[in-house]
């Protein structure tokens, strides 16, 4: 069988099990053994254990677990709905600086939980309803919680972004510093758009009063004294240096990263202990139990998917896939189009975990071979998977904030995030133009690596 003729039923016979309906880890392990029986030595089959054994024991893959943790204990305790409440007690006075604190929020909240759903979750179920309860929109106020909670995989710790370091190869502590950049300019344009959004609603507000006499919610004034700004710091604090430490441990080299993540996770569940009397075996278990099943899940995945880029590569798929592309002499801007939209087109149908294990034996030597910096196209592939999370047809964070507000059509929600699809897209032109958005920071922390600018 011809190289073409392999490579086309190895893909065919992936998208037939994924739409099959079975899980993904199964069908990318299915793939995997069913090409292992027929098209190498009948040895292989049994090194199955052995092989998705050595892929996972990379001491980078311990750090999900422990991060996915801390993500838990913080999501499952009243910490995001805290955090929010600080965050509009302090900058109600700013015009449309409701949506700016869910933005705030959001993204503290996911460097803290490193999780988009969980963010989501923690934020939107008590900022959407605040937002509506004082005239927002429903569209608006959905869909700034649903981009907000796609910064979890772009804000270190992003498991996102651990198992891209783990597939191309690349240092992580860069790869976390290189993130902080592109996710701080989403986190100003979401800002920005919210606060033009809100002049919008709140002129159509004034103008349906002064035509009807209809008074929007949008239309009160709020009032917050000093005292009852600074009364809500004790719970919010802790957490804020929670985050600050584990940083400070990650990249001031006092830690491996395996290490800040077990630190990070024990830290908070004492924090959740302290502050919230979380504590009890009933309290505590469905915080571990979360986990567990997160993470079984979620490292199964990993195990099939490293399974299935380890036949790909020993039936010489992968390489010859990058050969042709490499073949087809684009420029090196055409080339990281052409990938990105593949990434786009991938993320109507893929989380961003499946993306990155599939298509990095494919996508990452011809990049490299261009001359492109893979820590800053990681970055770029990161947003771009960002967008997949809002997007139909899977669109993860959609169904996440239609579970928790129910009554908010689901077409309202997809109307609401498009705005912000765009301006992630506007990001990644700017990161384009502008690579120091995303580089300067690893550069300035850890210097510069021989042959990079």
């Known amino acids: 069988m011809s190289m073409l003729a392999l490579g086309l039923l190895f893909g065919a016979v992936t998208l037939l099990l994924m739409f099959s309906g079975a899980p993904i880890s199964f069908a990318l392990g299915s793939t995997a053994v069913l090409f292992m029986f027929f098209f190498m030595p009948t040895s292989s089959l049994d090194t199955v254990t052995q092989n998705v054994y050595e892929e996972m024991s990379s001491i980078t893959l311990l750090s999900i677990p422990l991060f996915i943790l801390k993500g838990a204990a913080i999501g499952r305790s009243r910490a995001g709905q805290d955090l929010y409440a600080a965050l509009h007690v ?72 651990i198992l891209y370091a783990v597939a191309a190869e690349q240092s992580l502590g860069r790869l976390f510093l290189a993130g902080i950049g592109p996710a701080l300019l989403l986190v100003a344009l979401f800002a920005a758009y919210a606060v033009v959004r809100y002049r919008r609603e709140h002129a159509q507000a004034r103008l349906a009063f002064e035509r009807d006499g209809t008074r929007s919610a949008l239309l009160a004034d709020e009032h917050y004294t000093t005292r009852q700004k600074f009364e809500m710091l004790p719970r919010v604090v802790p957490f804020v240096l929670l985050l600050i430490g584990v940083m400070v441990a990650l990249y001031g080299g006092y830690a491996t990263p395996s290490e800040t993540a077990g630190l990070g996770g024990l830290l908070a569940l004492v924090l959740i202990a302290v502050i919230y009397g979380v504590w009890r075996v009933r309290d505590v278990a469905p915080i571990l139990g979360a986990t567990l099943r997160e993470s079984t899940m979620l490292m199964f995945i990993i195990g099939m998917s490293l399974l299935f880029s380890y036949v790909m590569s ?58 492109f910096d893979l820590i800053w196209f990681g970055v770029l592939m990161t947003i771009v998977m960002e967008a997949g999370l809002i997007h139909p047809p899977v669109g993860l964070n959609i169904f996440v904030i239609k579970n928790i507000a ?48």
């Open 406 to 453: 129910p009554d908010i059509a689901l077409g309202d929600i997809i109307w609401g995030v498009l705005p912000f699809v765009v301006l992630m897209f506007v990001a990644v032109v700017l990161i384009c133009i502008f690579p120091g958005i995303s580089t300067a920071l690893p550069n300035g922390v850890m210097g510069v690596l021989p042959g990079r600018p």
């Open 314 to 371: 020993y039936l010489h798929i992968s390489q010859s896939a990058a050969q042709w592309i490499v073949a087809l002499h684009l420029s090196k801007w055409v080339l990281l189009a052409a990938i990105l939209l593949l990434v786009v087109v991938l993320g109507f149908f893929l989380p961003p975990v499946s993306i990155i294990l599939m298509t990095a034996p494919i996508i990452l030597p011809p990049l490299k071979d261009a001359g």
């Open 90 to 161: 302090w900058m109600h006075r700013v015009p449309g600086g409701l949506g700016i604190a869910n933005v705030f929020a959001c993204g503290l909240f996911a460097a803290m939980a490193g999780s988009s759903p969980a963010t989501c979750s923690a934020i939107g179920s008590a900022g959407i309803p605040e937002m509506r309860k004082r005239g927002y929109s429903p569209g608006f106020a959905a869909g700034i919680i649903a981009a907000g909670g796609t910064l979890g995989i772009l804000l270190p710790p992003s498991i996102t972004m």
